[in-house]
């Protein structure tokens, strides 16, 4: 049973930052990691769930335009953890976020569309005002 679990999340003032972490658990012995990618994504009231950030299994990153040069994805594969450090937050980030693992790899793909994620967390809250 796969586990995704994020935490950071909290209430900033425009201008800061947060780092969210998730945690992966549950994949069996068997499966071989390498062969995901990850994902950052965030889902505003009213609004349809975005890709934000994507890692792939050998550090390639990707960004949504809205984010790039704000938001960092890193991965610490010895400990399944993935990261999000946001810097400079404003108050259209205001969001939950979720992290997600891939159905496969998306190289050569658009790695942030959400019906390539088959493994969700269950969110963390940031709120910027």
């Known amino acids: 049973h796969v586990q995704l679990v994020e935490s950071g999340g909290g209430s900033v003032e425009a201008g800061g930052s947060l780092r969210l972490s998730c945690t992966v658990s549950g994949f069996t012995p068997d499966v071989d990691l390498d062969e995901f990618d990850m994902g950052w994504f965030r889902q505003a009231p009213g609004k349809e769930r975005e890709g934000v950030a994507h890692i792939d299994n050998i550090g390639r990153t990707a960004y949504s335009d809205v984010v790039k040069d704000r938001f960092t994805i890193s991965s610490d594969n010895a400990e399944n953890t993935h990261y999000l450090q946001m810097n400079s937050l404003n108050p259209e980030d205001t969001a939950i976020y979720y992290c997600?693992?891939?159905?496969?790899?998306?190289?050569?793909?658009?790695?942030?569309?959400?019906?390539?994620?088959?493994?969700w967390g269950q969110g963390t809250q940031v709120t910027v005002s």
């Open positions: 997600a693992v891939s159905r496969g790899s998306l190289f050569g793909l658009c790695p942030l569309r959400v019906v390539d994620y088959a493994h």
